[in-house]
């Protein structure tokens, strides 16, 4: 695959960013394109490896190896059909997937791997540029009709796919837009929401219903829509938030990361009316967990205009290569710096909050911390506090990007569907159905907070099972089977 001898003879590339200076300015996406030549260099580097475990690494399975190919000799329609037929989304993931496809790469064992995810949206990008990503309506119709709750990745994948094989689809979103965490949690710097609305647009010509503004549970309640349809799939994702049970949370100033980044969004889309603002501008931020949530958390509030930025994690500080005993393909647990770290804050590893301190009017003023370290104890890691390591540090923001820990269960509660030990809708792998007939689960509400390359691969799975459910067999694909050439 690609060139023979390419990986010898190119280096590594990726797209760079805008300087700090001038991007920090705005919300727009600031990589810099790379030349095309670049980029066929690129798929040219990937190896005639015999055994692709990227494929294995890919959550969708992706023909990694077919697409660099196709882009080494500049075939890029081609590109694209590979590229879609095992992932509706690469615009999506090309942005903001970690590449766990990457890690798995055989030319990372010794060198640097192929840019498989910068070449992935660049291909993407081609094909909306040059008209080849078009609607695909099925010829024909079921009469079956779907119910799809929830219009991130997952919900995105289930639909398209279920529409493809002719079913009627309706999802419906509680927000205001179609996204999900996508529109709403993923700063504009990562993803402008044209992408969003452009492959929407695709879904809506395609066939698929949207409604939103409507809250399954509330608005409609869920013994209501299965009822209507003759299958419900929820794909709302793992929303509720963790929280951080010391003095003074209650504080104002201590606030969840998905309330400060949901806003901005809509800050950016031009909505005035916002409720009570959450502003990082002239403050001392600091942002409590190093995910990539903290990290959207820490380039957000650079853009507001802090005073200063500080970021806190509890684990402590990864390595920049492959720990032991993470070998690869493995997707290794490394030191990790985003756009975001390069903007300006100062990190903190090994480092836990034990008390936020305000003032008489109950405002933030500061807050307490202690320095810890992981002790193995009868073969488990137990958190430990450093004595005589307290810290008081200055914060008039507190960011708590904490991650989630599980699935909201009002749907669940009034369908009667059994949640398991981590308060997940509780589906089986195998065909992802819940114990109520009709009902199935897919993305973050079934397997818990996950990757939006899990997301869509979960999807794209359940949709495959929920036709076998409604028709007897289906021939949407399963993992790795790929689909149908289309764009």
Aim: proline share 5%; glycine share 10%.
């Amino acid at each position: 695959m690609g060139k023979i001898t390419g990986f010898l003879e190119f280096e590594r590339e990726i797209e760079q960013y805008q300087p700090v200076k001038d991007r920090i300015k705005g919300y727009n996406e600031f990589t810099v394109p790379m030349e095309e030549s670049k980029l066929k260099n690129q798929g040219a580097r990937c190896m005639d490896c015999g055994i692709p475990f990227c494929h294995s690494g890919c959550p969708l399975g992706n023909l990694i190896p077919d697409f660099n190919d196709a882009v080494y000799r500049g075939k890029w329609e081609k590109a694209a059909r590979i590229l879609h037929s095992t992932n509706n989304f690469p615009e999506f993931t090309g942005r903001l997937c970690p590449a766990p496809c990457e890690e798995a790469c055989v030319l990372g064992i010794n060198e640097d791997p192929v840019t498989i995810e910068n070449i992935e949206k660049n291909i993407v990008e081609q094909a909306f540029e040059n008209g080849w990503v078009k609607a695909n309506p099925p010829k024909e119709r079921t009469g079956k009709t779907v119910a799809v709750i929830g219009s991130g990745p997952a919900g995105l994948a289930t639909a398209q796919q279920l529409n493809r094989a002719g079913h009627l689809v309706t999802v419906f979103e509680r927000d205001e837009k179609v996204g999900g965490l996508l529109r709403y949690g993923i700063p504009d710097f990562k993803m402008e929401k044209n992408v969003i609305d452009r492959r929407v647009a695709v879904l809506e010509e395609e066939g698929i219903v949207f409604k939103t503004n409507t809250h399954i549970g509330k608005d409609i309640k869920a013994d209501q829509l299965k009822e209507d349809f003759d299958a419900v799939v929820l794909c709302t994702g793992a929303t509720v938030r963790r929280n951080l049970p010391v003095k003074g949370a209650d504080l104002k100033g201590v606030v969840q990361a998905m309330d400060f980044l949901p806003q901005n969004n809509r800050r950016v889309d031009g909505i005035k009316d916002l409720g009570e603002e959450i502003l990082a501008t002239g403050k001392d931020v600091i942002v409590i967990g190093g995910g990539d949530t903290g990290s959207d958390c820490i380039g957000t509030s650079v853009r507001h205009g802090a005073t200063s930025v500080t970021n806190f994690e509890i684990m402590g500080k990864g390595t920049t290569e492959r720990p032991a005993n993470q070998p690869w393909p493995f997707w290794p647990m490394r030191l990790r710096t985003s756009s975001s770290h390069q903007e300006g804050v100062e990190r903190n590893w090994s480092i836990s909050t034990k008390e936020f301190l305000g003032d008489a009017n109950g405002n933030l003023t500061g807050l307490i911390t202690s320095e810890v370290e992981w002790v193995k104890e009868n073969g488990r890691f137990t958190l430990k506090e450093i004595p005589n390591t307290e810290k008081e540090w200055k914060c008039e923001l507190a960011l708590l990007a904490l991650g989630f820990t599980g699935s909201e269960p009002t749907i669940a509660e009034q369908l009667g569907i059994d949640m398991d030990a981590r308060t997940n809708i509780k589906a089986t792998e195998d065909n992802y159905t819940t114990n109520v007939k009709g009902v199935f689960a897919a993305g973050d509400t079934r397997r818990g907070q996950s990757l939006i390359v899990w997301a869509i691969a979960e999807g794209r799975q359940a949709a495959h099972h929920i036709d076998t459910y409604l028709m007897g067999s289906s021939n949407l694909p399963l993992k790795g089977e790929g689909d149908l050439p289309r764009v």
